[in-house]
């Protein structure tokens, strides 16, 4: 897991090329990984960090926090490593904009429908469809 941009793993070799910076990239991508990650500002602070300065993009979807209702994306036996039942929109744009990210847009990309336990714990067969919007 990449936890600083100027991690040795994306060093450019300084043999080949001597006055070559880190790597960075031009797009880091993230689907459905937001809601697991402990600390928010510290993962968009890296992936800030990893872009090319000025070009860099970021693309990141997850499930929106809607309420209460949010907790059913996943089930009770799949709670363990979920940090937060979605993403809040307004929350994400102050933190993207804290990382230093500029044009931040956070919008409504699509909804999915998904089977979700009718009794938490209750298991298969036991679901009942749910929406659920998808924030990017």
């Given amino acids: 897991m990449l936890e600083d941009p100027d991690d040795a793993r994306i060093q450019v070799s300084r043999t080949t090329t001597p006055a070559a910076p880190s790597m960075r990239f031009n797009l880091v991508l993230s689907h459905l990984v937001l809601h697991h990650i402990p600390s928010l500002p510290a993962v968009l602070a890296t992936m800030h960090g990893s872009l090319k300065r000025g070009t860099g993009w970021v693309a990141l979807t997850d499930f929106e926090d809607f309420g209460p209702e949010a907790r059913k994306f996943h089930p009770e036996s799949k709670m363990a490593g979920v940090e937060r ?31 979700v336990e009718r009794v938490p714990g209750g298991g298969k067969g036991e679901g009942v469809m749910m929406e659920f919007p998808f924030l990017i």
């Avoid at 990382?99 to 998904?114: H, L, N, P």
């Fill in 85 to 115: 039942h979605g993403i809040a929109r307004t929350e994400m744009e102050r933190l993207l904009a804290d990382a230093g990210f500029v044009d931040v847009q956070v919008r409504e990309a699509f909804k999915m429908d998904k089977e």
